[in-house]
């Protein structure tokens, strides 16, 4: 990866498209921002992963991501708490919270950071 500064931030070319950063977000993504995306989706694909492995049906997954910062120094991130909403049919909370197990064990993101960001999760079962 290639970083290239511009006027308020940096930019990077990827096979997608361009990624704009910016400690403002007039003119890009914050860096926090982007690293709890990478934990909370990363933590999603991983999920639906395990889900359709273990043959749960389910229909959507969202995740929402709330965020501890520090509100000295450098305003580090001390925790992420993930909120997993799970819609489906015949879902039990056992094999939920067990995927979730699995989950945290095989995300990388949250592999890279636990030692330093607190992580935890909850969720609730939609039916539909």
Known sequence: MEFTMKENGFKADFEYGTLHVSGNEEF????????????????????????????????????????????????EIQKIHMHFTIIGSNLSEEKIEKSLVVTKKNCSMVQSVKDSIEITESFEIVEG
Not at 44 to 68: F, H, M, P, Q
């Open 28 to 75: 890009g993504f914050r860096p926090y921002q982007l690293l709890v995306s990478s934990v909370a989706v990363c933590s999603g694909g991983v999920l639906r992963k395990v889900l359709a492995k273990k043959r749960l049906e389910y229909k959507d997954i969202k995740v929402s991501a709330e965020v501890t910062r520090n509100p000295e120094g450098a305003q």
